[in-house]
C-alpha cells in the first residue's frame, strides 16, 4: 500500500460536520490502491484482527483486495476463530413482523414499489395482536418490526401505536421483550418518540453507499434523497437511539464498495457518537413480485458472499452479525460459523402473513424467502450443529445498550452474561415449547455448555435457576 493513503483524510472528520462522510471517489481510489497492499502488511493486518483489535477501513480494503489463497485461507480461518471466541455457540432468534406495505417510494429491487399494483393493507391493532399471538406461540421474544414508507397511512403514530399494543402483551409463557424497528429514515423528534415507547435496535439498509447506483435504484419518493437516508442514523442518535443496526443490501453496487463505506459509515459513528453499528445485516437481492433479477448486474455469489460476512467480522468483532431467511438453509450453516451472530426463525415477510400461513392463504410477501423451515425445526437443527438458540433479550432490558454495551464487549465482560442468558433462555424455550426428545436435547446441550461459564458464583446462579424454570418460574437474566 502506498504511503499517501496510509492515513485516512478527512473525510470522516468532515462528515461529523456536513454530514457527507461517504466520499465516492476516495473509496474507488482505496479500494484501487489496496490491490497493491504487500505481502507483510496484509500478514500484520491479519495477526491485528486475530487478536480481536478491529481493523480500520484503510486495513478493510486491503482484505478486500487480497488475492493470495493462503490469505484468504486465514480470513476465513479468523472469522471462525473471532466467532467461537467472542460469541461462542449462541445464535440469537428474531421473528421480522411486518406490519404495512403502503409505500410512497420507487425502488426498483422492492416489490412495495408504489408503482406495483397488488391489494395493500396495514395491520389493525387486533390484527396486530393475531401476529404477535403467533410468534409467541413459536417461542419468540424478539421481534423486528417492518413497514413501507407512508406518511398517511403508515405515520409514525401508527408504528408507535403498533409498539405499545405488542409491548402490553403478556402470555403464559412470557411476552415480546424487545422490538427493533426498520422503518424508513426519519427526523429527531420522531426517533425521539420510538425511544420514549421502548424501541430495541433502529435498523436502517443504506441498501447502496454508491450514490449514483443509489440514485439509479431509488427512482421516486423521499427515499430518493441519498444523503437524508445515509444521515438517519446520526439523526437516531441525537433522538436518543443508541443501539442502531446498519447494512446494505447486496446485488445493487461493488459488494467491496458497499463493505468499505459500511465501515466507513461506523467509524463515523463512533467518532461522532461514540458507539458505531450495534449490529449489521447481510441482506442479499432476492426474487420479489415484479422484480427481474436480469435487471441487476452485480448480483453476489456465495463464494464473494461469504468472503464479505468473514472479512466484517473481523473488521468489527464486537458488532452483532444479522442474516435473515433470505439465505437459504445451507448457506445460513456455512455463515453462523464465519460471524453471523442473529438469525431469524419461521418468518414470513408478508403483511399479515403469519395468520394467512396458519389459514393456508395467499400473501404478498416483500420477497421470496429461502430458508422456509419452521422455527421448532430451525431451533432443533441448530442444536444438532452444536449451536445454542438464545431468545436472550437481557442487555436491553438492563440498559446495557449503546456505548455502555460496547464498552463492556471490548472488556470481554459481555460474555460472561451473554451464555448464562443463553442457557436460561434455551431452557424456558425447552420447558415451554418442547416435546419430550427436544427437552432431552436442550438438556445436553445445557450441560454440555455450563461449565463453559468461568465465573463460578454466576455458573451455580444460572444452574439453580434452570432447576426453578423446570419448576415453572420464568424471564430470569443477569
Ligand atoms: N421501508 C424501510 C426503508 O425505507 O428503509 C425498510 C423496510 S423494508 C420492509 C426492509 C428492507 O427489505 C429494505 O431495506 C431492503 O433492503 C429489503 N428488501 C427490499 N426488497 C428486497 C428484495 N427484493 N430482496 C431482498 N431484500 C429486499
Known sequence: ????????????????????????LYIEGLLEEAKHTGDAEIRRILDKAERFEGLNHIEI???????????????????????????????????PLYVSDYCVNRCSYCSYNCGH?????????????????ILEQMGHKRIAMEAGEHDEECPIEYILECMKTIYAMKFENGEIRRINVNIAATTVENYRKLKEVGIGTYILFQETYHQPTYEKVHLGGPKRDYAYHLTAFDRAQEGGID????????????????????????????????????????????PADGISMADFPNLVDDAVFERIVAIIRLAVPFTGMILSTRESHLMRE?????????????????????????????SSPQFNINDDRSAPEIISELMDDGFIPSFCTACYRNGRTGDRFMALAKAGQIKNVCLPNA??????????????????????????????????????????????????ARDFYF
Open 117 to 133: 399494483d397488488f391489494n395493500r393493507r396495514k395491520l389493525t391493532m387486533d390484527e396486530v395482536r393475531e401476529e404477535v399471538k
Open 1 to 24: 500500500m502506498t504511503a499517501e493513503i496510509t492515513a485516512a483524510p478527512e473525510i470522516t472528520a468532515k462528515g461529523a460536520q456536513d454530514g457527507v462522510f461517504i466520499d465516492r
Open 243 to 286: 443501539d442502531v443496526g446498519g447494512g446494505v443490501l447486496f446485488g445493487l453496487a461493488d459488494p467491496y464498495f458497499e463493505v468499505l463505506a459500511l465501515m466507513i459509515h461506523n467509524e463515523h459513528l463512533e467518532q461522532r457518537f461514540n458507539v458505531g453499528f450495534h449490529t449489521i445485516s447481510v441482506p442479499r437481492l432476492c
Open 61 to 95: 480494503a486491503s482484505l478486500l483486495a487480497a488475492k493470495d489463497p493462503a490469505h484468504i485461507a486465514r480470513i476465513f480461518s479468523i472469522a471462525g476463530k473471532i466467532k467461537r471466541h467472542i460469541y461462542g455457540n449462541r445464535i440469537v432468534l428474531f421473528a
Open 334 to 362: 456455512r455463515l453462523l460459523k464465519l460471524g453471523i451472530s442473529q438469525i431469524s426463525a419461521g418468518s414470513s415477510t408478508g403483511v399479515g402473513g403469519y395468520r394467512q400461513r396458519q389459514l393456508r392463504e395467499k
Open 423 to 472: 442457557l436460561m433462555t434455551l431452557c424456558e424455550y425447552a420447558m415451554d415449547y418442547g416435546d419430550g426428545p427436544f427437552r432431552a436435547k436442550a438438556a445436553a446441550a445445557i450441560a454440555r455448555e455450563l461449565p463453559g461459564i468461568k465465573n463460578e458464583k454466576t455458573r451455580l446462579r444460572a444452574g439453580e435457576n434452570m432447576e426453578k424454570i423446570r419448576r415453572g
